[in-house]
């Protein structure tokens, strides 16, 4: 199928389309950047990967908004004594030492010599476990939700997500922002326990519990760019 366009527009949506021999079926992907690219068997036609498009709409949909939901990352950081970290919102330098565990002391989050990414990530999911697990009480009592339990993990692009069962999870670059757009994040998660969708009812749920949300939202949006993501904690 060589005269198959390498890009492919159904509505707004703009498909990078490549071809490949070993594929048996079309492989549609949500990019890191939130482009969307199809991989093709050779035999697929423009037209039936239009109509594949088309009919994965509302998944890809979704998923862009993923990708875009905490922003573009800025520039990674260096891993040195002096460089500045975010914690609930306030900027900490970060200090080098001979050993130990991560922790914040004395206006410093300290990182021993050979410590590198896993370790500082891995100190704000300690961190955020019981940070998280309080702060959401208030929220689930308020809310009326059935919250089964909290996680503090990688998500990806996403600030938190939920199941059916009643478990929320929330991305542990949430503790870079102001207790203020966590909460934000935590009512939105409690809301999804009531409906599933992002539509009027889901809305009127989040408005309720904190007025005036469309600012949190905006507002978190806009935090997204300043946050620390680096690769190895997606």
Request: net charge positive.
């Amino acid at each position: 199928m060589s005269d198959f366009p390498g890009v492919v527009r159904v509505g707004d949506l703009e498909v990078a389309v490549s071809v490949s021999e070993r594929r048996k079926s079309v492989r549609l992907t949500v990019e890191r950047d939130a482009s969307v690219t199809a991989v093709v068997p050779p035999q697929t036609s423009a037209s039936e990967l239009t109509t594949l498009v088309k009919a994965k709409r509302p998944w890809l949909y979704g998923k862009i908004a993923e990708k875009r939901e905490l922003g573009e990352a800025p520039p990674d950081k260096t891993l040195v004594s002096g460089e500045g970290f975010r914690y609930l919102g306030r900027s900490y330098r970060l200090r080098l030492v001979q050993e130990g565990d991560v922790r914040l002391i004395r206006g410093r989050i300290e990182l021993p010599e050979g410590g590198g990414v896993k370790e500082l990530v891995g100190w704000y999911r300690r961190v955020g476990q019981p940070w998280l697990t309080r702060r959401i009480q208030p929220w689930v009592t308020r809310m009326g939700a059935e919250l089964t339990g909290l996680r503090v993990r990688p998500l990806g692009y996403r600030w938190g997500s939920c199941s059916r069962d009643g478990q929320v999870n929330i991305h542990w670059a949430t503790m870079q922002l102001p207790p203020s757009l966590i909460d934000y994040v935590l009512v939105h998660e409690l809301a999804h326990l009531h409906r599933a969708d992002h539509g009027a009812e889901f809305r009127r749920i989040v408005e309720r519990a904190l007025p005036g949300h469309e600012d949190y939202r905006e507002r978190l949006r806009r935090a997204g760019n300043d946050l620390w993501l680096p690769e190895e904690g997606l």
